[in-house]
């Protein structure tokens, strides 16, 4: 089996360990928060992301300009976003966790978590299973590794922008 | 009170401060936060050592053309419990009781329907999760926030779906 330097999976260990603690100071760890989210009664999951991904794509972009990160953009399989995030989106309601918060919630001591992320194996061990038949449904209406900015020949500045901007502007918005 | 010993912190500071560790992630492991790509790992090692022919894990490596590796992300997930499991600690939170509130008033008070819900629901989402290649964090933060086209996709279709269920599932019945 393939390993990566002991190095790196120590910096995983403190990247994720200073993630779980953010994730329970914010209370995504509850059952309630995701829930709550979806049910469109309490909005602290919603703000936590915004936030992260505002102040993340400031940062990235900055340190892209000085060529200092590669950008890690994902595939858009078109089969496989609308499908698997149809499927994800009930998983998620049904559980009450997403994969982040459901780790962080175990750490609390959410047994139904725990039993949560034993389904999450066995989902994993079905998709092997499952993915030489599911290829080709995945992969209908690949685009490929395209963000915004290209797709739409923008600077990417003016989607930071526009998404800081919406952002504080949303922040704003709720506090009243 | 100490912040580290408090119970809760604003979502927009927590929000703020995954933004920042993302940044770092991105600076040092030259990777965003992401937590389900371990899992497709592991079940790939799970399969080679219980089953590989019923499991099919050769075929799935021949068409994915990966194999599996411990690396970064598998500190990462390791990491996330500790994390959480420290500032719970630090907080003096009380154990949570077997089935949450929310669940309990609108669903049932049996723990066995609680974790068979939650094995269910776990499975899909991370067939799911595997189908898109990415969850609420490697599409939700780390995907948008690099204004990958596949990540704005993802979290409408999520939040959709996911309302659906639970406004069934959760929403108050009249």
């Known amino acids: 089996m393939k390993r990566e330097s002991y190095g790196r999976i120590m910096l995983g260990l403190l990247t994720g360990t200073a993630f779980g603690f953010l994730l329970h100071k914010g209370r995504a760890s509850e059952h309630e928060a995701i829930s709550g989210q979806l049910l469109l009664e309490d909005f602290s999951v919603g703000k936590i992301m915004a936030t992260a991904s505002a102040v993340g794509a400031a940062g990235t972009y900055a340190l892209n300009e000085l060529k200092q990160v590669d950008l890690k953009i994902k595939p858009l399989n078109t089969g496989g976003i609308v499908l698997g995030g149809t499927m994800f989106g009930a998983g998620m309601a049904l559980l009450g966790y997403c994969p982040g918060t459901s780790l962080a919630a175990i750490g609390e001591g959410h047994k139904d978590a725990a039993v949560g992320a034993l389904g999450m194996l066995g989902g994993a061990l079905a998709f092997i299973k499952a993915y030489p038949y599911i290829k080709p449904v995945i992969e209908k209406g690949a685009v490929g590794e395209k963000t915004l900015p290209q797709l739409t020949g923008s600077s990417p500045w003016l989607w930071v922008a526009g998404l800081a901007g919406t952002v504080a502007l949303g922040a704003n918005l709720l506090k009243k | ?174």
């Open chain 2, 1 to 174: 009170m100490h912040p580290l010993l408090r119970k809760r912190w604003s979502p927009y500071w927590v929000g703020a401060a995954i933004g920042g560790l993302e940044v770092l992630a991105m600076l040092t492991a030259k990777k965003p936060l992401g937590i389900t790509s371990p899992f497709e790992e592991a079940a790939v090692i799970v399969a080679d050592t219980l089953a590989p022919q019923a499991m099919g894990s050769e075929t799935y490596r021949e068409k994915s053309g990966k194999s599996p590796e411990i690396n970064w992300e598998w500190g990462l997930v390791t990491g996330v419990v500790l994390g959480s499991m420290l500032s719970a600690r630090l907080a003096k939170d009380p154990l949570p009781r077997p089935v949450p509130d929310l669940w309990q008033k609108q669903v049932s008070a049996s723990p066995s329907l609680r974790y068979g819900g939650a094995f269910l629901g776990g499975a899909l989402m991370m067939f799911g999760a595997r189908m898109a290649k990415g969850c609420t964090s490697g599409h939700g933060i780390s995907g948008t926030m690099q204004f990958s086209a596949s990540s704005w996709l993802f979290v409408p279709i999520i939040f959709s779906a996911g309302a659906a269920v639970a406004k069934v599932l959760l929403g108050r019945k009249k």
